[in-house]
């Protein structure tokens, strides 16, 4: 009974070993996948759900979480070192067998997506036509507060944040002077003008949108959602053979590979 339970206890030890190895070769495939479709500039990570073998049998993978950081890009397509992230969780993604044998992810199907970004402020100042703003969560949920300089006056401004699709929409509600210096008319037009902008959130796949805006002391956290949902991405070639030489270089330095 015990070289019995003994046997059963290895079986299961190897079974387990074999679903993560294989799941860690298909998050992989996954993270290109997003990458592209979801245009980032930063490879993101993505996890599968426990079991994976009994999900491929299946062609249909009930649970998986994709996590990317730096999620804004330079001219040159660079990703931007700052405090930007996002998690989406994919319900119901659909690659039958045959498909993952032959590595073919270029239209991938999912029932539902949901999941949260993260912007920090720095990068909302970034997309204004205004320079050296300060800026701060305001007196709402939905509200931010600028300072700024403006001909010697200091100017406090509440601005309202609003969704479009993936889009972030900044429209000032108040400004103000101080007590000794009021706005003109003329600067406060001035300002409602070039404080008046829309800053595209990257990161989100077609289909999804976003769906609420909440502003706290880390930046502005946006949820997003999206139901029946197609990855379409074709994943350039010299990007895939790239990937698939880092691929073999992690697994050569696991097994210490011998040329």
């Known amino acids: 009974m015990t070289k019995l339970l003994g046997v059963v206890v290895l079986l299961l030890g190897l079974l387990f070993a074999a679903d993560r190895i294989a799941a ?7 993270a290109s996948v997003v990458q592209h479709a979801a245009r980032l500039p930063r490879r993101p990570t993505v996890s599968v759900g426990f079991p994976f073998l009994t999900q491929v049998l299946r062609g249909r993978y009930t649970d998986i979480t994709v996590r990317a950081t730096d999620l804004f890009a330079d ?12 998690q ?3 319900a119901g993604v659909h690659v039958p067998l045959s498909r993952l044998l032959q590595r ?27 320079r050296n703003l300060a800026i701060a969560p ?29 889009v972030l929409a900044v429209t000032p509600v108040q400004i103000t002077g101080t007590e000794d210096a009021a706005v003109s008319a003329v600067i406060e037009a001035q300002l409602r003008r ?5 800053v595209q959130i ?17 930046g502005v956290s946006l949820d997003a959602a999206g139901r029946n949902v197609t990855l379409d991405a074709v994943v350039p070639a010299n ?10 270089a992690r697994r050569c330095r696991a097994v210490s590979c011998v040329p």
């Open 75 to 86: 001219a040159a397509g660079k990703p931007i070192p700052d405090t930007s992230s996002l």
């Open 104 to 130: 073919d992810f270029r239209h991938v199907p999912v029932d539902r997506i949901a999941g949260t970004a993260v912007i920090p402020f720095d990068r909302i100042s970034a997309a204004a036509h205004v």
């Open 239 to 248: 990007a895939r053979a790239a990937e698939q030489g880092s691929a073999m």
């Open 194 to 198: 070039e404080l008046t902008y829309r």
């Open 202 to 218: 990257p990161g989100m796949p077609a289909g999804v949108s976003l769906t609420n805006v909440t502003v706290n002391p880390a």
């Open 138 to 166: 305001g007196p709402a949920p939905d509200e931010l507060e600028f300072r700024l300089s403006v001909a010697a006056i200091e100017v406090g401004v509440v601005a309202r944040l609003s969704i479009d699709g993936t």
């Open 88 to 90: 989406l969780d994919f």
């Open 24 to 30: 860690h070769e298909a998050e992989s495939e996954l």
